[in-house]
């Protein structure tokens, strides 16, 4: 299995998503998480992430505006790309590209392409955009 | 055989010699015929070319082959070392920089290098010295690696067997690993404080002592000279001084004192600014010296000196200086202060406000320092490195940017407070007092709140107001609050409650958080809490 292609699929409400796993750190259950100041109400707080200040992002609030899964997970990004973790509301399958059936573009900004897998279709969320998007809200210019 | 595990070590030595070799010709343009110096030239290059050849990097050899010979006929006293030797030099310093930038990225170091061989070896000078004896050959062309039996030779092969190499990402991961064990003796002190435990007490103690020690061993690897942001100085001064036409003779003092990597990294931009400002509008040109009774070559003063846990560095010119009823008129027909502060501002306040965004007291705009970075942009770094920075000038003899910065900015001190629901930690090197104001003392001077210390109106700002958070229940008759300054004016800023004081282990916010105005990072407590750190110098 080619180990730079394997994707991590999620879902937010009826929608699956898809990231490459080697842009994920970490799943883990949703941590203790204290108020950040002058921040979106789709950034949840800030965690402690084996020493490392991340921020936590709730991915359902964002995108589509729906309230998130309380029972949700936390999908943390690696560190190395962003100091930022995602709340999703469950991770499906961390699997091999070879399952994708066909892809086709979208129009939607923050997400890359779009994944046909077996059972469904997956969207690949550009996390360059959405980290550009989130950056832009930040310093006053979203 | 694979030469890869090389190509660190050649990327760093060759940086290392390029250093030296930018400095050397600058040197030498001041004072052409130093035999050492030249042969010292003379062997940066010959030594990268002999690694380069080594590695395969065929184009990086060849280019250094070329200066090396143009320095030979140098040496030889077939030529003079001009301005015109020294310009090739630099651009053939440069190319060999960038194919060296080439080489790390994964690149040959290959590129298009004809041009420049060819006006290297092509080079005629006007004055040509032919019947002067060639210099007395300081080791005819040694390699970097021959053995030189000298006294100081010798000293340094025995220093060098001292030291070792270390990966700055290892230097990072060491101050890392102690932060972190800092935090966890404050977790320890906590569970101290719940348990009682004498005896847990007195090994908390003890820790406490080792980590200090640890602390400080760690920040002492990270300590770098001053002199590796400044090699490249003269250079800038050298080559902005031609472009405008002016004679320039520009010193550095104290190149060897020591700052920690991280503030040093950050402090090379405001400085390059600061320089450039002066040689482009700080000094006169030469005619304009001399009519006003001054030597024709400016003045420019680079110092380093350290006083206790600071670093003051200075930047001083004597040049035209800055009149600072000037910079009030201007400051006032711009808009940015009212006619009533400007007769209030003391010379000190009126000069700093060039570092107020959108002040430029330039009279053109040049491509050399009077866009881009702006002097606003020099204090807020300088500020978020917890530093500070004064200016002292006066008509026609001249200015002084004086920076205070402190050794260290990783593991600091701060003040801790509590915001509505979030505690945020201010750096104690920006508070000028705190106290708890009686309410009774605040008053109203055109719509703002201000209370008077000592005859002067301080405007008080809350930092719940700041973050957009609701207010505390106005239940005491004391206003906990802390006075700092912020783009050289005076500012309390109210909190909710004051917590106390602690050292805090400094972690970056990171993507996207890093783009939050007013933080500076955060930080984690004994407990577990996550802080934030105040930028107060851009708060506002």
């Known amino acids: 299995m080619d180990d730079a292609n394997r994707l991590i699929v999620f879902t937010l409400k009826e929608s699956k998503y898809a990231l490459y796993l080697r842009n994920v750190a970490e799943v883990v259950e949703p941590p203790r998480i204290f108020p950040m100041p002058n921040v979106p109400l789709f950034f949840l707080g800030i965690m402690n992430f084996h020493g490392n200040l991340v921020s936590l992002l709730d991915l359902a609030h964002f995108l589509l505006n729906a309230p998130r899964n309380q029972q949700g997970k936390v999908l943390v990004l690696d560190t190395g790309m962003a100091n930022l973790a995602f709340w999703v509301d469950a991770v499906e399958i961390v699997g091999s590209a070879d399952v994708v059936l066909e892809e086709f573009g979208s129009n939607e900004t923050l997400v890359e392409k779009v994944l046909m897998m077996a059972d469904g279709e997956v969207k690949m969320l550009s996390l360059e955009k959405l980290l550009e998007q989130l950056e832009e809200t930040l310093s006053g210019g979203g | ?540």
Do not use: W
């Open chain 2, 1 to 540: 055989m694979d030469m890869s595990q090389y190509r660190e070590l050649f990327i760093s030595e060759s940086r290392e010699h390029l250093h030296s070799m930018n400095e050397l010709i600058v040197m030498l343009e001041k004072e052409a015929g130093s035999g050492e110096k030249i042969d010292s030239l003379f062997r940066c290059a010959h030594s990268i070319k002999g690694m380069a050849a080594s590695m395969g990097y065929k184009d990086i050899a060849e280019l250094a082959h070329k200066v090396e010979d143009l320095m030979d006929r140098v040496r030889k006293r077939i030529i003079d070392f001009d301005g015109g030797v020294a310009d090739l030099l630099l651009a053939g310093a440069d190319h060999l920089e960038a194919m060296i930038l080439d080489v790390e990225q994964g690149g040959t170091g290959n590129r298009d290098i004809n041009g420049l061989i060819q006006k290297i070896v092509g080079y005629s000078p006007s004055a040509t010295i032919t019947a002067a004896p060639p210099l007395p050959p300081a080791g005819s062309a040694p390699p970097a690696t021959t053995i030189d039996s000298k006294p100081e030779a010798r000293q340094k092969r025995v220093e060098s067997r001292q030291t070792v190499r270390v990966k700055t990402e290892i230097l990072d991961h060491l101050i890392n690993t102690t932060g972190e064990l800092i935090t966890n003796k404050h977790r320890l002190m906590d569970v101290g404080r719940e348990v009682g435990s004498t005896r847990l007490n007195e090994a908390l103690v003890e820790l406490s002592r080792l980590l200090r020690e640890l602390y400080n061993e760690v920040i002492n690897v990270r300590m770098m000279p001053f002199a590796a942001i400044s090699d490249r100085f003269p250079r800038v001064v050298r080559d902005l001084a031609k472009k405008n036409g002016k004679e320039v003779a520009f010193a550095i003092e104290g190149e060897d004192i020591e700052l920690d990597r991280g503030i040093l990294e950050e402090l090379a931009d405001p400085l390059i600014h600061i320089i450039r400002n002066a040689v482009d509008h700080g000094l006169e040109t030469a005619a304009e010296r001399v009519a006003c009774g001054k030597q024709a070559k400016g003045v420019i003063r680079l110092s380093v000196r350290r006083e206790k846990d600071h670093v003051i560095i200075v930047v001083a010119d004597d040049g035209r200086g800055m009149d600072s009823a000037k910079l009030i008129a201007s400051a006032i027909e711009k808009g940015f202060i009212k006619p009533e502060k400007g007769k209030e501002l003391s010379t000190r306040e009126a000069l700093l406000l060039i570092c107020i965004p959108g002040f430029s007291t330039a009279q053109e705009v040049t491509d050399v320092s009077g866009r881009g970075v702006g002097m606003d942009a020099v204090s807020s770094t300088i500020k978020s490195l917890s530093g500070s920075l004064a200016i002292e000038s006066e008509p026609v003899r001249g200015s002084k940017f004086v920076l205070k910065l402190p050794l260290t900015i990783t593991i600091i001190n701060v003040l801790l407070a509590k915001v509505a629901p979030f505690s945020v930690a201010i750096p104690v090197t920006n508070i000028l007092h705190t106290m708890e104001l009686p309410r009774s003392m605040v008053s109203s001077l055109e719509k703002r709140k201000v209370f008077y210390l000592e005859g002067e109106a301080i405007p008080i700002l809350s930092l719940n107001r700041i973050f957009n958070l609701p207010y505390a229940p106005a239940d005491s008759e004391f206003i906990p609050l802390f006075i700092t300054e912020i783009k050289g004016r005076k500012l309390a800023l109210s909190v909710d409650r004051f917590l106390g004081q602690q050292e805090v282990f400094v972690k970056p916010l990171g993507r996207p958080l890093a783009k939050l105005k007013g933080l500076a990072g955060g930080a984690i407590l004994g407990d577990g809490e996550v802080v934030f750190i105040l930028d107060v110098a851009n708060l506002l």
